[in-house]
């Protein structure tokens, strides 16, 4: 595997172990049929509890039965994920940095105590909810809200773009709180089998389609006071777990453009053309010398990364850059692996395509890859310029 400034040395026992784990688990139940589920548009949801037994939700949190490993083992689980596929880390982001995360920061102690450890064990599935169908990179115009009801809140609303929301046990619901003067956004813990919701799925994808995309409608959900995390009100709330997933997404990315250039690698031995393997040609040799090198960019990029949110000094900022960085670096590199590829590049036998789809989708959630230029230039000039 490509680790050509030998950042495996730095790492720790317990590092390599969780990454060798995710590498064993994404060869043996992971490859062998993601071609086959992207084709078909389905998620392999018999992974869901045996990615929990493995620790792979969350497992940089801290207590409810998650073991607080490093940021750099989190970042290698959610690198070796995505090297199975995107859809798979998806899976492990949202319930983890989206919906563990926010109910560990800022939710009750009974919240904490109902849906951690059986999230952690992926015998509950969550979801985020906070893009609308007006309101994708500017979520603070949301337009769900929540209104005061007996003891408790009524939600309306519709949310869309939703990893999950087919197949969720509850959501999390960003919904401007009307009752409060400044009509805060709060978040809504709403599971779904209350009345007056709905989480159609989304079904004409053609990036991460081996993921579960939904929409979720709020007619009238009636939720009690002891749903509302109560421990955040404001944008903070979703833009805190947003930093979270993103900084997964910085690693993740990491190891599609990995798995391409493996892949390319492989069969520029393998093929032969004119006589010989297609890799004794410059043209292609200069191919791999451009991705080894831009991964190997990525990978020092998220390395320190995680060394920054280790000693808890990693900003905003620093994850816009790595995130922007490392999935631009996926999407181009993808391609390349797929042009090295030929035809064969073209069909689900082999992963550079489906990376390459999937990088689509990468590079425009969890912020677009405009947005996050723009997070760069407003601190590199002090002026902002999403308006
Ligand atoms: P828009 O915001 O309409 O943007 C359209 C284009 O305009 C983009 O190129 C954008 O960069 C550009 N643009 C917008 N504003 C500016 C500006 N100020 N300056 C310059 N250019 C600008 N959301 C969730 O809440 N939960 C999820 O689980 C989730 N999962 C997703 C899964 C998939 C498969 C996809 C595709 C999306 C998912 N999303 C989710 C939504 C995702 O976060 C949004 O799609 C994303 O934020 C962009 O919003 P939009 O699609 O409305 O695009």
Not at 54 to 60: E, K, Q, R
């Amino acid at each position: 595997m490509l680790d050509f400034v030998q950042l495996e040395e730095d790492l720790d026992q317990e590092e390599r172990m969780i990454r060798d784990t995710a590498r064993e688990f994404v060869d043996e139940h992971v490859k062998p049929d993601i071609g086959d589920h992207f084709e078909n548009g389905t998620f392999p949801k018999e992974l869901i509890p045996k990615m929990g037994e493995l620790g792979f939700y969350a497992p940089n949190l801290e207590g409810y039965g998650s073991p607080n490993v490093s940021e750099t083992a989190y970042g290698l689980l959610m690198q070796e994920l995505e090297a199975g596929d995107s859809g798979l880390r998806s899976m492990a982001s949202v319930q983890g940095a989206l919906v563990m995360y926010p109910i560990h920061a800022y939710g009750s102690e009974e919240q904490k105590e109902e849906w951690l450890p059986a999230m952690g064990r992926g015998e509950a599935i969550g979801c985020f909810g906070l893009t609308e169908p007006e309101h994708g990179s500017n979520p603070s115009a949301m337009e769900t809200y929540a209104e005061r009801d007996g003891d408790g809140y009524v939600l309306h609303g519709s949310k869309t773009w939703i990893t999950n929301s087919p197949i969720a046990d509850v959501a999390i619901v960003w919904a401007r709180d009307r009752s409060a003067e400044d009509d805060s956004v709060r978040g809504f813990l709403v599971e779904t089998d209350r009345d007056g919701i709905t989480t159609n799925k989304i079904t004409e994808k053609l990036s991460l389609r081996a993921s579960i995309t939904g929409e979720i409608g709020l007619n009238g959900v009636h939720v009690p006071e002891e749903n509302v995390l109560p421990g955040v009100s404001g944008m903070k709330g979703p833009l805190s777990c947003l930093t979270q997933a993103r900084y997964g997404i910085a690693w993740g990315a990491v190891g599609a453009a990995r798995d391409c250039f493996e892949e390319a690698r492989q069969y520029a031995i393998d093929r032969d053309q004119f006589g010989g393997p297609i890799g004794r040609f410059q043209l292609q040799q200069r191919k791999l010398a451009e991705m080894g090198t831009q991964i190997t960019l990525a990978q020092l990029l998220a390395h320190r990364l995680a060394e920054l949110k280790e000693r808890g000094e990693m900003r905003p900022q620093h994850v816009s850059m790595s995130k922007r960085n490392n999935v631009r670096t996926a999407r181009n590199q993808a391609r390349i692996a797929r042009e090295m590829l030929g035809g064969n590049g073209i069909t689900t036998d082999y992963s550079p395509m489906r990376h390459m789809a999937n990088m689509e989708t990468v590079y425009t959630y969890e912020g677009t890859h405009d947005i996050h230029t723009l997070v760069l230039g407003e601190e590199f000039t002090g002026l902002q310029a999403y308006q």
